[in-house]
């Protein structure tokens, strides 16, 4: 192990000297609008994809189109677990700061790509080129952003808040969903047919790439995380290092992540299939579903800052996941079961009763997978475990669902789910609990960080076990 040799800042270590509230409230701001900007460009290009498919990707028939969109705008739920494995460890080597700043550089970059790419007729084949490397570049940015956000948002809160600021990172995807179906419906509302293909479908896109240069300049004017600095002085290993150090000793801890990012199938079912499982199954008028759907989001976006603050109160392992994971199993085979009965509010019921479960599984889990690992490891080990998981069951759950219904057997879906989430269910019941009663230390390595110090000076040594007290505020 190469030690670093600097001595400690009292701004990174020692608790006795608390955050301003301006600072803190401007490093929780750019975790959040960088998330926020990172999942509403995710989000826009498929609603919005039907519109621009002739444009960009043209060809004999319109359904031959969508699909070209469709499989170009899948390149980013491949490369995502990839640039998880690859970039994460970055993030402990160098810090979240500085791979939060490339992960909404690299979203807002594509996003400006494709709200500024002349249409096939004009560039020709360049179009549709550019339109992959948008999502080529979005997905390395997804795929990096996730975990360092939650990393980033754990480690600058308060010992006791850990759970409400952890949180936010879910509620700022859940309000980005609600921005891009809001842009989306804007733009099909007030353009008409022609102006809206030819250049109304790239205003949303265009907002994305403004406000990620605005989530760029908080993200750059942030505060380092102090957990990460306090991390560096006891080890500065390489990047592949710290990913052979996860695998060694923390396998228990990614097989519990992956077991917490797991029911992601569930939450892609419900946010991009539901509407079009009700409109297949039922014969529901799909614009009402989308509103009905809308209505529910609203209420996830609700329900997750919740459970997130009563996790610091009420303790998190007990509570919210587990109680989430039933509640799925519980809710979504009969759920499912009511949408073959007419009515708007029979859907809104549906759907809002879904996002309330998943919301109080949303609300805590990426805080527990920030305190299951070392500040040393914890972007490698959150990025490793959640991104393969998300690319095996988020991203193919529309795909397995749309196959159940074509295939006349559409309560195979929440059988489906429900056979996941029982699986997750189990691992949860391993897990300790990581709630304010549990304190986090800045680093477990205490010890070691003195004895590093007591090298280089005999004050450094005596006053180091104070310094890394836990961080408290």
Request: with cysteine; charged share 10%.
């Amino acid at each position: 192990m190469t030690a670093s040799r600097r001595a400690p800042s009292t701004s990174t270590l020692d608790s006795a000297a608390p955050v301003p509230r301006r600072r803190r409230f401007r490093n929780l701001l750019a975790g959040t609008v960088g998330h926020f900007v990172e999942w509403y460009d995710w989000y826009v290009y498929g609603l919005l994809a039907s519109v621009f498919s002739a444009q960009i990707f043209p060809s004999g028939s319109q359904f031959a189109s969508l699909i070209a969109a469709f499989l170009t705008y899948a390149i980013g739920f491949v490369v995502r677990p990839l640039s998880g494995i690859m970039i994460s460890p970055l993030a402990d080597r160098y810090g979240r700061r500085r791979v939060l700043s490339l992960a909404v550089s690299g979203m807002t970059l594509g996003a400006l790509i494709i709200a500024f790419t002349p249409s096939y007729a004009t560039i020709g084949y360049f179009a549709p080129a550019l339109f992959v490397v948008a999502r080529i570049l979005q997905g390395i940015s997804a795929g990096a952003e996730g975990q360092s956000a939650i990393a980033f948002m754990v480690e600058h809160s308060p010992a006791n808040r850990r759970g409400f600021y952890g949180s936010f990172t879910n509620m700022a995807s859940g309000l980005a969903t609600l921005a891009a179906t809001g842009a989306a419906a804007a733009v099909t509302s007030i353009f008409a047919a022609d102006a809206l293909a030819s250049y109304g479908w790239r205003i949303p896109f265009l907002i994305g790439g403004v406000i990620g240069i605005a989530g760029l300049i908080l993200r750059t004017h942030s505060d380092e995380s102090p957990e990460f600095e306090a991390s560096t002085l006891v080890e500065q290993k390489s990047a592949p290092a710290k990913l052979r150090q996860l695998l060694r000793e923390h396998p228990k801890a990614i097989l519990q992540t992956a077991a917490l990012s797991a029911p992601a199938v569930a939450y892609y079912t419900w946010a991009t299939f539901l509407p079009t499982y009700a409109n297949l199954t039922s014969g529901r008028d799909l614009s009402s579903t989308l509103a009905g759907s809308v209505i529910g989001l609203v209420l996830l976006v609700v329900v997750v800052p919740t459970s997130g603050y009563l996790s610091d109160r009420l303790g998190r392992r007990k509570i919210f996941p587990i109680v989430g994971a039933i509640g799925m199993i519980v809710l979504f085979y009969p759920l499912l079961l009511l949408l073959q009965a007419p009515g708007f509010g029979v859907y809104v019921i549906v759907a809002a009763s879904g996002w309330v479960v998943l919301g109080i599984w949303q609300g805590v889990y990426p805080t527990i997978q920030a305190e299951l690992f070392p500040a040393s490891v914890r972007v490698s080990g959150i990025g490793f475990a959640h991104q393969i998981v998300i690319a095996l069951f988020g991203g193919t759950a529309p795909l397995i669902a749309s196959a159940f219904v074509g295939a006349g057997r559409p309560m195979y879906v929440a059988i489906y789910m429900i056979v996941v989430v029982a699986l997750c269910l189990i691992v949860y019941f391993t897990l300790p609990e990581t709630g304010s009663r549990a304190p986090r230390k800045i680093v477990s390595e205490t010890d070691t960080i003195a004895a590093v110090m007591s090298e280089d000076s005999s004050a450094a040594a005596g006053s180091a076990p104070e310094q890394c007290k836990e961080l408290r505020s």
